[in-house]
């Protein structure tokens, strides 16, 4: 697991230590990446990563241009591996790693306000739709702001009222779910 492209193009990150975590893959991320970056999503974002796994996507985000990122997931594995992932990379000022579960609430990020939001969960939660209500009520999504989903492609997520998918993409058995509060 490498760092795609900007500031800390090439470094490495620490692999997860076992099959418990998912991390999106070089080539994926590498699409991903490229599609947020022509619609001049990345630069001077507020990121939230929740189920962040690897922080791989967050740290992602930050190598191209990113403000800052709140990583969260409850997996104290996780946790660990993304503080020691941030360490390795001394971004330590421009990230917050939050351990808890995601599918309980969101209430403690309603200060924050997100330009985009990255959403990992493990495939077989089907949590999705549940998690997007959680941020709608927790209200931390800026009036631009993107929602990231990446699920297994042969699912089908259903979107609560008041959001809307403007794009998808597929990449093999991974699909990322391109989302608004509002249209774009």
């Given at each position: 697991?490498?760092?795609i492209?900007?500031?800390?193009?090439?470094?490495?990150?620490?692999?997860?230590?076992?099959?418990?975590?998912?991390?999106?893959?070089?080539?994926?991320?590498e699409?991903?990446?490229?599609?947020?970056?022509?619609?001049?999503?990345?630069i001077?974002?507020?990121?939230?990563?929740?189920?962040?796994?690897?922080?791989?996507?967050?740290?992602?985000a930050?190598?191209?241009?990113?403000?800052?990122?709140?990583?969260?997931?409850?997996?104290?594995k996780?946790?660990?591996?993304?503080?020691?992932?941030?360490?390795?990379?001394?971004?330590e000022?421009?990230?917050?790693?939050i351990?808890?579960?995601?599918?309980?609430?969101?209430?403690?990020?309603?200060?924050?306000?997100?330009?985009l939001?990255?959403?990992?969960p493990?495939?077989?939660?089907?949590?999705?739709?549940?998690?997007?209500l959680?941020?709608?009520?927790?209200?931390?999504?800026?009036?631009?702001?993107?929602?990231?989903?990446?699920?297994?492609?042969?699912?089908?997520?259903?979107?609560?009222?008041?959001?809307?998918?403007?794009?998808?993409?597929?990449y093999?058995?991974?699909?990322?779910?391109?989302?608004?509060?509002?249209?774009?």
């Amino acid at each position: 697991m490498r760092i795609i492209s900007g500031k800390y193009k090439k470094r490495a990150l620490l692999p997860p230590p076992d099959r418990s975590i998912r991390p999106t893959t070089d080539r994926q991320r590498e699409s991903l990446f490229n599609i947020l970056s022509n619609i001049d999503a990345i630069i001077d974002a507020r990121v939230l990563d929740l189920f962040a796994g690897t922080g791989a996507l967050g740290i992602e985000a930050l190598s191209r241009g990113a403000q800052s990122v709140v990583f969260m997931d409850n997996s104290k594995k996780a946790i660990t591996l993304i503080k020691n992932n941030i360490k390795r990379l001394q971004i330590e000022p421009f990230t917050t790693v939050i351990q808890w579960d995601v599918q309980k609430n969101l209430t403690r990020l309603r200060e924050k306000s997100f330009d985009l939001v990255f959403m990992d969960p493990p495939y077989n939660l089907f949590c999705i739709h549940e998690t997007l209500l959680k941020l709608q009520e927790a209200q931390c999504i800026n009036s631009h702001g993107i929602i990231v989903a990446e699920h297994a492609a042969r699912h089908q997520i259903i979107l609560p009222n008041g959001f809307t998918q403007f794009d998808s993409r597929t990449y093999g058995q991974t699909q990322f779910s391109f989302l608004s509060e509002n249209e774009l």
